[in-house]
């Protein structure tokens, strides 16, 4: 499963049309609106017109209907089935940054920025929590707590550092909890933690989650067609000087719009090529692992955590409360594995998964977790399943949202970093307050998020780092 025979699909820039299929998908196929509309024709017009039915592109469009956009008016277009896309492929993790990426965020985009990402992040948990339980939404949602587990002492002085330049710049940091040595071992379970900071965080089924979105959209009146790439988004000869209407093609007919949303994530240079520099495609890989005894019944671990080497060599761990089952998400940096296995990540195609990577999550776990050993396990139990999906990295770590200034109408809420799931709970309504005529003030969004001119070309001249 690590190659496929198909060399120039490494570089394609739309999704690969036979993907794997996740845990997430493989536990929801009876979602009947899976392959809504996958052979009608698209409508001629819309007003509007979402590219995108993951969590970005679902939310803002449940948003904009919030805000007074008729239903009927909403067109989706999706590439592959209904939210096939890194948000039914992710880890499972509803995972604020509390502090660790704040001295390289500080470095890209200023103190007053940093201290704004941070707050954002802990802001969008609150926000989710909030949804889900107010809507009654059944995604699995479990809001517990989240452990940052320092494996060496490298990495417990980085993020020592990190939590005392926080909060020297006046970061609040009341919320999370700091074990060393043996108090971290005991917290954890981890024999090889050196320390450990603990805060609030969640987990969830995402696929369940971003489902729920849709069909609250589908069944007022909007409409989404499933398998349906788009091939480009051109000005229409229609056009005035007072109105400009674009062309959205599809390979079922193409449908013109006025306002068009890019929630494309790690595929958004496909449709805006002034972007390719700056959104980078990458293959990450998650693991369902069913527990021994000691990880089942009473003994499942109550928080999900982060098992750190380094800033970017680290492996996440959620265990799910309904089945007990534990994700594992591998590293984006990893001294572990060849020059040939790194280099793999840097593709769209999210229909294989690599065995050096899968073979060293699974080993990292072992080691931190040794009655997870292979040879201490019963038949059933140990690694379950494996799956890739495709994230979009900045350049400056964090995501591009708002309005498309080159292109009158286009408006954008992409490029997460593999960190949605603490990020689109204030993107999505964001943008989605900017189409309906909101100011950047009213998104409550930290001013570096902003699609801008200024922002591409500072981004031209290069960055000093990158916290994922």
Known sequence: MSRRNSASRQ?????????????????????????????ESV??????VVIGSGISGALTTYELIQGGVPPADIVIFEAREAASGASSRNAGHVRPDAFRGFQVYEQLHGRDQALKIIANERLVFERI??????????????PTTTFDVCLTPEFADFNARSFKLYQEAGGDVSH????????????????KAVA???WPAGSSHPAKLAQWLLTQSITKGARLFTHCPVFGVNKCPSSTAEQTFWDISTPRGTTKATTVVHC????????????????????????????PPSLSAENV????????????????????????????????????????????RLTTDDGVFNEEVRDDAVNNFETCFPECEKGKLRHGEGLLHTWTGIIGMTTDSVPFVGKIESLPGQWICA??????????????????????????????????FEITQERLDRLQKGVPGSVF
């Open 129 to 142: 929590k909030q949804f889900v339980e107010t809507h009654n939404i059944q995604c699995d949602f479990n």
């Open 176 to 191: 999370i909890k700091f074990y060393e040595g043996d108090e971290a071992r005991r917290a954890t379970r981890v024999q």
């Open 11 to 39: 570089g394609s820039s739309l999704p690969v049309t036979n993907p794997c299929v996740s845990f997430w998908q493989q536990t929801t196929r009876s979602f009947p609106y899976l392959n809504v509309n996958q052979n």
């Open 301 to 344: 671990l109550p928080s999900t955590m982060s098992l750190r080497h380094s800033l970017k060599h680290f492996y996440s761990v959620a265990q799910r409360r309904p089945d007990g089952i534990i994700v594992l998400g591998a590293p984006i940096a990893n001294p572990n594995i060849s020059e040939e296995a790194s280099r793999a």
């Open 264 to 291: 494309t994530n790690a595929f958004a240079p496909h449709l805006l090529p002034q972007l390719k520099s700056f959104v980078t495609p990458n293959r990450a890989q998650a693991h369902a692992f069913v527990p």
């Open 196 to 198: 450990a900071y603990e």
């Open 43 to 48: 409508p001629t017009k819309s007003k509007y």
């Open 415 to 448: 490029g997460f970093n593999g960190h949605g799931m603490a990020r689109i709970f204030t993107c999505a309504p964001g943008v989605a307050k900017l189409i309906l005529g909101g100011s950047w003030k009213d998104t409550g969004l930290p001013e570096c």
